[in-house]
């Protein structure tokens, strides 16, 4: 097509779905490594998409091409975002440490923890970021969906 490329330094916005981006936020805080992930053919305007690293994947797009470009998610986010809810803040003993332990309701407490912050983050998105390309860092805008 048109316009598209192999040089990642054509790409000038970087179109991101909100929910892909919380869910990867998510799934590198319970221990699993998510990026947004671009392919080439590059153009002036793509789109990362949600994409879990697995061990071994290829280097380069197959054909010889560049290699995807992974967008770690910490990196769309503002420093003040605030942090993901840990199960020992939501335990509702540690408001009352005399009260009894109850599994339903921490899990309870924890899941509308989580469900709260998912949708404080997205206040918190930047409107740029670094790619880290084999030229070196370009800068490009950063376009949030959703």
Do not use: C
């Not at 919380?22 to 994409?51: C, D, S």
């Amino acid at each position: 097509m048109p316009g598209e490329s192999r040089d990642p330094t054509v790409i000038r916005v970087v179109v991101v779905h909100a929910d892909d981006l919380v869910t990867a936020l998510e799934a590198n805080e319970r221990g699993r490594e998510a990026v947004l992930r671009i392919t080439a053919p590059f153009a002036g305007r793509v789109r990362a998409r949600l994409h879990v690293v697995q061990e071994s994947e290829p280097v380069d797009d197959g054909l010889g091409g560049p290699a995807p470009i992974r967008i770690p998610p910490r990196k769309l986010v503002a420093e003040d975002a605030p942090s993901y809810p840990r199960v020992d803040e939501t335990d509702p003993t540690v408001a009352d440490p005399d009260g009894e332990y109850d599994v339903e309701v921490h899990h309870d407490r924890h899941a509308a923890a989580v469900a709260a912050w998912r949708e404080r983050v997205r206040d918190h998105l930047v409107e740029a970021v670094e790619l880290d390309t084999a030229a070196g860092p370009h800068r490009v805008s950063v376009a949030i969906l959703g």
